[in-house]
């Protein structure tokens, strides 16, 4: 599976973590994120990540900024993205579940790096329930 990762410098540690894990079971990841500590802005790296999830270029994606907030909100902008800022691995498995989300959002600054490893772990194997979920997803949509 290919899986497109993002985050500022609140995320560098957080991303090489789940990049090893992501390649570790296999997958393919392209990375847009940052590798330092230094001051960015976190949409110039939530875009990358929603545009190859949007295009199909990548299956899911994975953001990280210090609340997971702001760039959640950059990745949300992109239509048929469903950004779920999850803090732990319940929301994760509830964002895939009933709201087929297709990027994760992570909170550096409120959840522990092996905490982060676990979300995404539950975020990629847990499948859409669809039903009636599936209605109230395809009402998200403004287009």
Not at 3 to 11: T, V
Not at 38 to 45: E, G, I, L, R
Not at 90 to 100: C, F, G, K, T
Request: hydrophobic share 35%; with cysteine; net charge negative.
């Amino acid at each position: 599976m290919k899986i497109s990762i993002g985050n500022d410098h609140a995320g560098p540690d957080y991303k090489k973590a789940i990049v090893d894990y992501l390649e570790a079971k296999g997958h393919q990841v392209i990375n847009h994120g940052t590798d330092t500590l230094d001051s960015v802005d976190y949409p110039d790296f939530g875009h990358p990540v929603a545009v190859d999830v949007e295009s199909g270029k990548a299956q899911f994606g994975i953001v990280i900024c210090g609340s997971g907030n702001g760039i959640a909100m950059t990745a949300n902008k992109h239509q048929g993205i469903r950004c779920a800022l999850s803090w732990t691995k319940e929301i994760s498995a509830l964002a895939r579940q009933h709201n087929d989300a297709n990027i994760v959002s992570i909170p550096a600054r409120f959840t522990s790096i092996q905490q982060a490893v676990e979300i995404v772990e539950t975020f990629l194997n847990t499948d859409f329930e669809g039903g009636r979920h599936a209605n109230r997803v395809n009402k998200i949509s403004c287009s």
